[in-house]
């Protein structure tokens, strides 16, 4: 199955079975932020060696003008359905990639995304 992964999936220990993978750059950016922002050094290491890692790994997706619009749509459906979209920005910016791409968002964090659940097709991934 083609997949987009989510930040929670590529932080997690176990990769998802039977996926052609890809991420969004904005993956990137969490995994940067989280990297930066932990004052623990040996938690600094550990992740930023899984950044390297996922940097090696993926060739990701960018934030098109496609992708744009779509994270547009979704934040202001979230709106509209009482929400407040600018909480997980970051979030409806990886979910915007997987529906421009046409592919199912794996993610441990589906609740996040619950409000628009008929607009992305997002999933747990099978280990």
Known sequence: ?????????????????????????????????????????????????????????FDPLPVSVEVARSWGRLAAAVRRRGGNPRRRQLDLAIAATAVVEQVPLLTYDLADLAIIDDLVDARRPDH
């Not at 993978?21 to 623990?40: C, M, Q, R, Y």
């Open 1 to 57: 199955m083609r997949a987009l992964l989510d930040t929670s999936v590529l932080i997690s220990d176990t990769p998802p079975d039977d996926v052609e993978a890809a991420i969004s750059v904005v993956s990137l950016t969490e995994l940067h932020f989280g990297a930066l922002v932990t004052s623990d050094d040996d938690e600094r290491a550990r992740r930023t060696d899984r950044l390297a890692a996922v940097e090696a790994a």
